[in-house]
């Protein structure tokens, strides 16, 4: 491996790779279970789960692989330039990315836990029917693994990019073949070898690790706007003389200093938590404020998901009822 | 500006004085004067009389030199004889807030000294950046019986020359907007605060220049095409004749050259000041860093091209010795003082010796030592930011100054000849016993040069009662508190020193009190003494602490209502382990 080992990117592919483990599992399960007098049916619908996975792997590879060489190129230059509303900027999109994602996910778990049974129903369904001419039931198949794998893919390499921001990667590479084949086999084990109720915890975890992260990219990003202002008053570079504007400034430490070679413990709580040894007003409000914007939007999705629920059972309250009826 | 030969007109001033002993009175209105030095802008000037530049003063050894002082410009002001003793007579050594409250606009004052030594001096304002600003001028104290010879004699003061008034500059440096303490760079150069000087040599002479450094911040470098000069004085010591083909000289620091004119008159020559870049933060391309003067042998005569020099190494130390030896004295007290620079809590960056910023006190330190009684020896009377140092009468002090900063400094003591002991690198820390220079007669000067990031040390004899300062003589420096009060043989001051009483109604008359410690207190109670910032913390303060806290909250809270919303029973899985093979 050339590139330096990140621990927030390391978890981010486990995850990434872990959750398409066990869809592609879960698929393969159920299709053995519904499927058991038809050994030729069996056989073509377990091939169609994974073409589904080969697919999604090859276009999420292509697609993440060109997001993160240009996302490096650009950080690249970005670097060099030393522009500081750059790698604001920067660091701005990247929160919004992991954020959204993260959130995004989150909300995912419920879903994942759905389609589940909307998996089984449909399965139920065809059988019923007793037509797996069925096209879309037929080939349901190839394209839910596929869109999963895909889905999954993207999500890791854009983490990656927005933390790799996060962690000041200069020289990441993108992650070779064989590691994602590693990865692939480490969260095939675990979702063999853990409990689904493990699994939900290292994922809900992992989303607390993103956003905090997030949280700390949006500090940064904010210090960065505040640095690229005081320097343009001062003239010259004052970053590197370590100056900061003093008008609004909260604390300014004599250590800590995450940019200083030898703190590597300082540096690290920077690329986790985007502690920097000299905060403003304005990177303790952002900060602060970014979490309140999480906090409701957390909550609001319950809200929403609370509704939908109670509609939905609702729904399929009156559906058996129609149900009965019909068949009374 | 034709310079005429000085000799012919000290002669001139001699012959109105008694030979011995005279009494020679200058009578200095210090006006502001509208004028353009060097041709680049028209500003406002401090001037003597009206005139621009302030004339020269001329005396002569044991003469008693009387300066009476109208102040005719809209802020007090002082004036400070550069290098002069004033043996006894500490009252009328002029750094403001020192020994004396600055002359209030349109009040008097005279300057009574006695002149015990000879050479080259410059007397200039000592209260803010007024000598930046032009109140300054040559001081040349000539001795009857010189210790070389030579026929004639010209003085060429080198110095920086800014375009905008000291204090709108001052404004500029010490701001929150200039944390990296870059000093305002010169718009020109100037000798003799002005633009073509020449002088005219004649065949086969020899002659005298006194080479001084006005400047607020430039080091110049001096040399002369086709022409050697030789070194025979530094800072009014004579010192064995020293040949060199150029020389550095800093600000405030003075050296005399013989230089021996060529036997033909074919060509006119230049002598050469080279502005060294080194301390300017930026070099503008449309800087000129060089002035020159013209050598004229004969006024039809070409130029001779410029020679292109090698400024080199030059230890002043290392190189010159005085003629008249004096031998060094083990030192009975050693002062360390580590000069900085950084940005203080008041977010400007200042100087400090030993992380002390120099503030001036309420009272003159002078007139404190004075009233105090038996507490002038205590140093806590002076204030904790005039940074006192109290020596015993007669001791052999010993000064080892670090320069801990990336800037060169050149370091002048008030009221002494200091001797230059050693030179070391870095910061020295008392853990290894110093290394002197290996010599019994080691140069003696009043303003040294300590390059950055070495140390040098000095050593002088605390036998002149009075309170003398020690301060960086790059201005801007002094104004960002590099500087310290050195209190010498407070107990036997009031012996020996008198104060006029119109001295001390200047300081009433600005409002300020005449006696008593730092705050014009009595006793040790120094509440409401001016003092200075300190260095930051470095460290949380209770406004960082109650931000990390909201930090830590914030994250606890958002991180918790994740963990809450995926803890609906919908969302987590049953414990059933594997569910399916």
């Known amino acids: 491996m050339g590139s330096l080992f ?323 | 500006m034709l310079i005429p030969p000085v000799k012919t007109l000290a002669l001139l001033g001699l012959a109105t004085a008694v030979a011995n002993a005279a009494v020679v009175t200058y009578n200095w209105n210090i006006t502001y004067v509208n004028t353009n030095p060097d041709g680049l802008m028209d500003r406002r000037v401090i001037g003597i009389n009206g005139q621009f530049p302030p004339p020269a003063i001329n005396v002569t050894l044991h003469d008693t030199l009387v300066i009476n002082v109208m102040n005719q410009i809209s802020e007090p002001t002082t004036l400070h004889a550069h290098g002069l003793f004033q043996t006894a007579n500490n009252q009328m050594d002029g750094p403001s807030m020192v020994t004396q409250c600055p002359i209030p606009p349109g009040a008097n004052f005279t300057y009574t000294i006695p002149i015990e030594q000879y050479g080259t001096y410059w007397i200039h304002g000592h209260n803010k950046g007024h000598y930046v600003d032009g109140l300054r001028a040559p001081l040349i104290i000539h001795n009857p019986a010189e210790t070389y010879h030579y026929d004639e004699e010209y003085t060429l003061a080198f110095a920086d020359w800014y375009h905008d008034e000291h204090s709108v500059l001052l404004d500029e440096y010490l701001s929150i907007f200039n944390p990296t303490g870059a000093e305002p760079v010169p718009k020109s150069a100037l000798i003799n605060q002005m633009l073509n000087t020449q002088f005219s040599f004649a065949p086969g002479k020899v002659y005298r220049l006194r080479i001084i450094n006005m400047s607020a911040l430039a080091m110049f470098h001096i040399h002369i095409d086709g022409h050697d000069m030789d070194i025979i004085e530094v800072d009014g010591v004579d010192v064995q004749r020293t040949t060199v083909k150029t020389f550095p000289i800093s600000a405030a620091q003075r050296y005399s050259v013989l230089v021996t004119a060529k036997n033909t008159t074919t060509h006119n020559f230049l002598i050469h000041g080279d502005m060294d870049p080194e301390m300017f933060d930026t070099v503008p391309g449309t800087l000129q860093m060089n002035i020159t003067g013209k050598i004229i042998y004969d006024a039809a005569s070409p130029l001779a091209p410029e020679e292109l020099i090698d400024w080199g190494e030059f230890d002043d130390a290392a190189l010159l010795t005085p003629v008249v030896p004096m031998a060094t004295t083990p030192a009975d007290s050693q002062i360390s003082l580590t000069a900085s620079f950084q940005v203080m809590d008041d977010y400007i960056n200042k100087a400090t010796f030993n992380d002390i910023t120099y503030v001036a006190p309420k009272v003159p330190t002078l007139y404190t030592a004075i009233s105090m009684g038996n507490l002038s020896s205590d140093p806590q009377v002076y204030g904790t930011y005039a940074h006192p140092l109290v020596l015993k009468h007669n001791s052999w002090v010993e000064i080892i100054i670090n320069n801990n900063d990336a800037g060169n400094h050149p370091f002048h003591l008030h009221g002494h000849l200091f001797q230059i002991v050693g030179r070391g690198d870095g910061v020295y820390d008392g853990s290894t016993p110093y290394t002197y220079f290996n010599t019994s007669n080691p140069l003696r000067r009043d303003t040294v040069l300590v390059p950055s990031l070495t140390n040098v040390a000095i050593r002088f004899q605390a036998n002149n009662p009075g309170v003398w300062l020690f301060h960086c003589h790059i201005e801007w420096h002094l104004q960002a508190g590099l500087a310290t009060t050195i209190i010498e043989a407070p107990e036997a001051m009031s012996g020996v020193l008198t104060v006029d009483r119109t001295h001390l109604e200047h300081c009433t008359d600005l409002g300020l009190p005449y006696s008593g410690n730092a705050a014009g207190n009595q006793g040790l109670d120094l509440t409401g003494q001016n003092v200075g910032p300190n260095l930051l913390p470095g460290k949380f303060t209770p406004k960082g602490i109650v931000a990390l806290f909201f930090t830590v909250l914030s994250a606890v809270v958002g991180l918790a209502t994740v963990i809450w919303y995926a803890q609906d029973d919908e969302l987590v899985p049953s414990e059933e382990g594997k569910e399916t093979k």
Request: overall charge positive.
């Open chain 1, 6 to 328: 990140s621990l927030p990117v390391f978890f981010i592919i486990l995850r990434e790779t872990t959750e398409a483990a066990i869809i592609v599992s879960v698929l393969l399960a159920f299709v053995k279970q519904v499927i058991v007098d038809d050994a030729a049916l069996l056989r073509r619908l377990k091939w169609h789960i994974w073409i589904g996975v080969l697919i999604g792997l090859v276009i999420s590879l292509i697609i993440g692989g060109t997001f993160i060489g240009l996302w490096k190129s650009l950080a690249k230059n970005v670097f060099q330039s030393s522009e500081e509303i750059w790698e604001g900027t920067f660091a701005l999109i990247a929160c919004i990315m992991i954020t959204v994602m993260s959130l995004a996910m989150l909300k995912s778990q419920e879903l994942q836990e759905k389609w589940r049974g909307k998996l089984g129903e449909a399965m139920q369904n065809a059988n019923e029917k007793r037509s797996v001419r069925n096209l879309s039931a037929k080939y349901a198949l190839l394209i839910l693994p596929m869109i999963t794998v895909l889905r999954e893919g993207l999500e890791a390499m854009i983490f990656v990019g927005g933390v790799s921001i996060s962690c000041r990667f200069l020289s990441f590479n993108l992650v070779q073949a064989d590691e994602w084949f590693f990865f692939a086999l480490i969260g095939f084990v675990i979702y063999r070898g853990g409990s689904r109720l493990a699994l939900h915890r290292f994922f809900i975890a992992s989303t607390c690790l993103l956003l905090l992260i997030a949280a700390g990219l949006f500090a940064k990003a904010i210090n960065a706007y505040e640095m690229d202002k005081w320097g343009k008053i001062v003239g010259g570079d004052a970053d590197d003389a370590g100056s900061y504007d003093p008008r609004g400034n909260v604390w300014a430490l004599n250590y800590g200093d995450p940019n200083q070679p030898e703190n590597g413990g300082w540096a690290f709580f920077n690329s986790i938590l985007g502690w920097m040894h000299v905060a403003s007003v304005g990177t303790i409000t952002g900060y602060c404020v970014y979490w309140l914007v999480v906090i409701l939007t957390i909550v609001f999705m319950k809200i929403k998901g609370n509704r939908a629920r109670a509609a939905a059972s609702q729904h399929t309250y009156a559906n058996e009822k129609a149900v009965e009826k019909t068949e009374i």
